[in-house]
């Protein structure tokens, strides 16, 4: 297949799970109460908070690690992380109770928590493998299987009867697809014949690996903590009605990223990775300058159409709780906006390993949010969550975007000598 036509249906993958689960949020929230809606992105952002716990954000350390490493050698790699996460999940997983012990989330969910965080978390696994290992189009199905497809027959069933009108069928239908993307990316895995398993697990490899992830794992859970912390503030601000239509603009919002990381990040930053090393400067900065290109159209094009459709969206709801909290969106898509901007410097660091900078603003970013969060809500209570977020993603912004014009090495730097020079010579050839 062409590389061509490989990006091609990745995008039509992608684009479908988008799709999928955009259309989902607006069946639940149409045939849902708000305060399902809001229990729904509560569990949703549990879960997601927790993944990072059981994957210690080992992946920042074994992604540099495959891209470099000769397929012989790649079970070795995965040998360890799987036994880091083994050892994890004993830790995490009992230590998760205190979700429920503390009254956060009700004990009617917990049977469904505990299994989606493991399975949640071999998925999202398995999705950086194979677009590691340049399997992008094999990621981008996996990804529908757990994420779109089922969203789909969930909104079915709902839509034609009553009974399926509940948040069991929903976590249900969750852990099934799952479990099926689970059982397909491990047969994938295994048609892809790799070496390296009969190795040993080296915990002084793993060590090594630790050192590197669990800086980053900080400033990862920094960040997390503003997408976690944000509804259940916004719960003691408001109330769950308020996180009902708060997951709704969110889940609207939260496409763009999702668009972003699929079709534009996945594909450039492994690239970038590789011109760094190579020691390419002229092809890393014109992969730094694509980036910002496709990123900005991208979100630019989402923004205009998301504004647009918004009103008749809810306007089919028909749920007037939405309406009154319809001033929320505009500030979460700037949220959004900002925060895809922000990638660009960030896997331009990344690809230097150059990853205290990338650190120090999600670690600086949650103390914002509460700061701000706070001050705004002495004010305007039901607005200081948004503001707050809004703020904290301007704030890593700017803070990436400095550190990678100090740090990095002039002639790797955008816009620098090397690319303008070769602009410049391409226009006098034409």
């Known amino acids: 297949m062409s590389p061509r036509l490989s990006k091609l249906l990745n995008l039509s993958v992608r684009a479908a799970t988008l799709g999928s689960r955009f259309l989902f949020v607006f069946f639940l929230a149409k045939l849902l109460s708000p305060e399902e809606v809001g229990i729904y992105g509560l569990v949703t952002a549990s879960v997601g908070y927790a993944l990072y716990l059981v994957g210690l954000d080992f992946y920042t350390f074994t992604t540099r690690e495959l891209v470099n490493t000769d397929k012989s050698g790649w079970g070795f790699v995965l040998k360890n992380q799987a036994a880091l996460s083994l050892l994890l999940y004993a830790v995490v997983l009992p230590l998760s109770l205190l979700v429920f012990v503390s009254d956060l989330l009700p004990w009617g969910v917990a049977k469904w928590f505990f299994v989606l965080i493991v399975l949640e978390h071999i998925c999202q696994e398995l999705g950086r493998l194979f677009v590691a290992v340049n399997e992008q189009l094999f990621a981008s199905i996996l990804l ?4 779109g497809s089922w969203a789909v027959v969930v909104a079915a069933l709902m839509f034609m009867a009553q009974g399926f009108r509940h948040l069991d069928t929903v976590f249900l239908a969750w852990v099934s697809a799952a479990t099926a993307a689970v059982l397909l990316g491990v047969f994938k895995l295994y048609l892809l014949r790799i070496g390296g398993w009969r190795k040993s697990v080296d915990w002084s490899w793993i060590w090594r690996g630790v050192k590197i992830a669990v800086p980053l794992l900080l400033a990862t859970l920094a960040i997390r903590a503003v997408f976690t912390v944000d509804r259940y ?59 910002l290109t496709h990123t900005l159209v991208v979100s630019l094009g989402f923004a205009a159409v998301s504004l647009v459709v918004l009103p008749f969206l809810l306007d089919w709801i028909g749920n007037p709780v939405y309406g009154r909290y319809q001033h929320l969106y505009p500030w979460l898509l700037a949220a959004m906006l900002l925060n895809g901007l922000s990638m660009v410097p960030h896997y331009a660091l990344y690809a230097q390993k150059k990853d205290r900078p990338i650190v120090q603003s999600h670690i600086w970013s949650f103390p914002f949010f509460c700061l701000v969060t706070w001050l705004v809500s002495r004010h305007n209570p039901g607005l200081a969550v948004p503001v707050g977020l809004c703020l904290s993603q301007l704030l890593i912004l700017v803070w990436k975007s400095v550190m990678y014009w100090l740090v990095t090495d002039k002639g790797y730097r955008w816009p620098g000598r090397p690319v303008i020079a070769a602009l410049q010579a391409e226009s006098k050839t034409v």
């Open 144 to 147: 529908f299987l757990r994420q």
């Open 233 to 291: 503030w916004l719960q003691s601000l408001v109330d769950l009605s308020a996180v009902g239509a708060y997951v709704l603009f969110f889940g609207i919002s939260g496409t763009l990223m999702a668009f972003l990381d699929a079709g534009v990040f996945a594909y450039q930053y492994p690239a970038m990775i590789k011109a760094y090393h190579a020691r390419k400067p002229v092809e890393f900065q014109k992969l730094v300058r694509t980036l």
